[in-house]
């Protein structure tokens, strides 16, 4: 097994620096620079440019800490800067024209799409093998603070959250879901992408409340009411034990089934892995348990078949599976695709997590789980 040993960092100085004013704080920013500039040092041309991906730009903080390696290292850098939200295009277009021009100096390429367009740019048409990925997923702090967006719990709000906002015309929006599902999909969906264990509760009320006098539930506070209604005095905790409001879970399902995000994330690092050269890294940012698991799952090689998913979902995920797990014969092992590293900073473990320090600057990365594959 590939062992890495990453040095203990200073992320709390390092997130601040990477930080626009007023937005989102990339999480384990130091690691991520090491690992993706500081790494290739040894293997590169002296001189060579390095080219990367962001898959998710976001606010951008990631990229400008992998330039700032880069020029502390005065090493020419290419970021291939991607995300579906038209706001985060905007700001790597604005990041990219900020930048000197020069052949040695650094370049973001900004593209605005999903994972599963990443093959579609032309901009990536002919690229030569990348030297390193990164997916950094869920929501950016900008998109979570913006009530319109319909993500946040504690701002009313539209329920829409679709990731790209009405850029993404065809995709439906966690309204849609909420007022025209049945109620065993909607529990099955809140119990597969929320791991909410009163999933069918929950459902029932939410079906009541749509078919009421008050008809269809259209802002996230209305929905959120719903929930905590339905729930009653039962106290809810997160995982980590604080407490946490009723309709938390349903909104990361809601969130999860309209953005379609772990069939997005699949084809993502499937066509990650054919845009890396041999032996590079693709770094993955999780923050909760069902995407780590994916993750996890992907990197070392295992099958995806007994993921458990609502229907309506059911087929994509099949499309994923191997052609050979349709066999009643024991399948012939996986394709080796790729190395999942372990993390000699992490007594071995094969993630690594923020320390305290940044997680009292930003409480987002408590939950952080940073693993990385090697593409074989
Ligand atoms: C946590 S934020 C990234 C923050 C960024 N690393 C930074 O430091 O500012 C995640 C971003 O990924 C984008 N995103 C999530 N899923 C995506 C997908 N399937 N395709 C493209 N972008 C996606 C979101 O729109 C969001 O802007």
């Known amino acids: 097994p590939v062992s890495i040993r990453v040095l203990q960092f200073s992320s709390q100085a390092a997130a601040a620096a990477s930080a626009a004013p007023g937005s989102h704080s990339p999480v384990l920013a130091d690691a991520v ?32 800490r992998l330039l700032r390696a880069a020029s502390e290292a005065s090493t020419p850098i290419t970021v291939y800067a991607n995300d579906r939200d038209p706001a985060a295009y905007r700001l790597a277009g604005q990041l990219s024209e900020s930048l000197p021009p020069g052949s040695d100096s650094a370049t973001v ?16 048409t002919g690229v030569e093998g990348i030297d390193g990925a990164l997916f950094d997923l869920g929501l950016c702090s900008t998109q979570l603070d913006e009530a319109r967006r319909g993500f946040a719990l504690s701002a009313d709000g539209p329920l829409d959250m679709r990731m790209g906002g009405p850029a993404e015309a065809d995709s439906p929006t966690a309204a849609d879901l909420v007022n025209g599902l049945e109620a065993g999909d909607l529990a099955a969906l809140f119990r597969a992408y929320g791991e909410e264990p009163m999933a069918r509760r929950l459902a029932r009320a939410v079906v009541e409340r749509r078919s009421g006098p008050r008809g269809p539930l259209r802002t996230t506070k209305q929905l959120a009411d719903c929930l905590a209604d339905a729930v009653g005095s039962a106290r809810r905790k997160d995982s980590l034990g604080r407490s946490a409001h009723p309709a938390t879970r349903v909104f990361q399902a809601l969130r999860i089934a309209v953005n379609n995000e772990f069939i997005e994330l699949l084809s993502g690092l499937q066509l990650a892995r054919q845009l890396l050269k041999p032996g590079a890294p693709c770094l993955v940012l999780s923050f909760h348990s069902l995407e780590d698991r994916l993750v996890k799952r992907v990197f070392a090689n295992r099958s995806l078949d007994d993921l458990c998913c609502p229907a309506a979902w059911a087929d994509a995920f099949k499309r994923q599976r191997s052609p050979q797990s349709l066999h009643a014969e024991p399948p012939p092992p996986p394709p080796q695709l790729w190395q999942l590293v372990r993390f000699d900073s992490n ?30």
């Open 347 to 376: 007594r071995g473990e094969d993630y690594l997590m923020a320390g305290p320090a940044e997680v009292a600057e930003n409480p987002r990365a408590r939950s952080a789980r940073l693993r990385v594959g090697l593409k074989l």
């Open 33 to 64: 620079a090491e690992l993706l500039v500081g790494a290739c040092q040894g293997t590169r041309r002296p001189g060579s440019r390095i080219l990367l991906l962001d898959a998710t730009f976001g606010a951008g903080g990631h990229t400008r």
């Open 109 to 124: 390429v900004p593209l605005l799409g999903k994972f599963s367009q990443l093959a579609e740019h032309a901009e990536l």
